[in-house]
C-alpha cells in the first residue's frame, strides 16, 4: 500500500490518485462523532471505492468485484471509472458491500469547487431552457383550450 499525505492508498488507486493530479488528502476523513454540525461522512464524488456484487448476477465470478472512483450516485445505479479506465454503471440492487477506500474531496456541504460548479451548471441549464422557450413560443398551443 502506498502512503499518500497521510492516508494508505492500495496500488491500484494510487495510479488513479496520480491521474486526478494528485490531490492532498490529508483532512478529509470522515468524521463520525461530535457535534452534529461537524460531522462529515457518507460517500462523495470522486471517492474511491471497492464493491463485491452479488456473484449470482454475473456469469463469471471475477465480474463481482470492482475497484475505483466513484463519479456519480443516481437513484438506482453508481457510475464508476474503474481501475483499468472503464466507465460502469452498477445497479445499487447488485451491491453486497461497498467499501470507502479514501476520500479526494471535501465533504459536500464544504466543496467550495464542486457548489460553483453546480452553480454554474443551474446558469447554464436555465439559459438553455430559456433558449428552447423562446424558439418554441407559440409553436405548440395544443394545450390550451377555446
Known amino acids: 500500500m502506498a502512503k499518500k499525505s497521510g492516508v494508505d492508498l492500495p496500488d491500484w488507486a494510487k495510479t488513479m490518485w496520480e491521474d486526478m ?3 492532498e488528502l490529508q483532512g478529509l476523513e470522515s468524521v463520525y462523532n ?9 460517500l462523495r464524488r470522486d471517492d474511491f471505492v471497492e464493491l463485491h ?5 454475473f456469469s ?9 472512483r466513484l463519479i456519480s450516485s443516481g437513484k438506482s445505479s453508481l ?12 445497479s445499487r440492487d447488485v451491491i453486497v458491500k461497498m467499501e470507502l ?23 447554464r441549464r436555465s439559459k438553455l431552457h430559456e433558449k428552447v422557450e ?6 405548440d398551443d395544443s394545450h390550451l383550450w377555446g
Do not use: W
Request: proline share 4%.
Open 53 to 57: 456484487l452479488n456473484v449470482q448476477a
Open 34 to 42: 461530535g457535534d452534529l454540525l461537524e460531522r462529515r461522512q457518507g
Open 101 to 123: 477506500i479514501a476520500h479526494t474531496r471535501p465533504a459536500y456541504i464544504d466543496d467550495k469547487e464542486l457548489l460553483a460548479f453546480e452553480r454554474e451548471d443551474m446558469k
Open 134 to 139: 423562446k424558439e418554441t413560443k407559440g409553436n
Open 21 to 23: 493530479g494528485s490531490p
Open 79 to 90: 457510475e464508476i471509472l474503474t481501475e483499468d479506465g472503464r466507465c460502469v454503471f452498477i
Open 60 to 68: 463469471d465470478p471475477e465480474d463481482a468485484h470492482i475497484r475505483g
